[in-house]
């Protein structure tokens, strides 16, 4: 059974930051997309980053642009993917998921897309 389990997250001020983490089992997940979304109250979930094969043992990282420059991904071994948020602003509060999918050369943003689902770990941004 495939689970991706998150921790990290909770309460912290503007300017301050955070560690997310989300561990992947129940099949091999080296060569899948690996990433974090958001969902704000009444807003639909969007894409943070995600990290993907390139095929040469190494992931390519990618970054909405809300949080380029102030979140960095990271890829820990295949199966365990971090999120470390500096410099965070109240509108990044929401609840964070990790997902995955099946491997793609090109980064895919759309939450539709993805196969794999954590429950999400509330991260809060008090002004």
């Known amino acids: 059974q495939v689970q991706l389990v998150e921790s990290g997250g909770g309460l912290v001020q503007a300017g301050g930051s955070l560690r997310l983490s989300c561990a992947a089992s129940?099949?091999?997940?080296?060569?899948?997309?690996m990433g974090w979304f958001r969902q704000a109250p009444g807003r639909e979930r969007e894409f943070v980053a995600s990290?993907?094969?390139?095929?040469?043992?190494?992931?390519?990282a990618d970054y909405a642009d809300s949080v380029k420059g102030r979140f960095t991904i990271s890829r820990d071994n295949g199966d365990t993917v971090s999120l470390r948020m500096n410099s965070l602003k109240p509108e990044d509060t929401a609840v964070y998921y990790c997902?995955?999918?099946?491997?793609?050369?090109?980064?895919?943003?759309?939450?539709?897309?993805?196969?794999?689902w954590g429950q999400g770990t509330q991260v809060t941004v008090s002004s």
């Open positions: 997902a995955a999918r099946v491997h793609s050369t090109a980064v895919v943003t759309s939450h539709r897309e993805y196969d794999y």
């Open positions: 129940g099949r091999t997940f080296s060569t899948y997309a």
């Open positions: 990290t993907r094969w390139s095929g040469r043992g190494v992931y390519y």
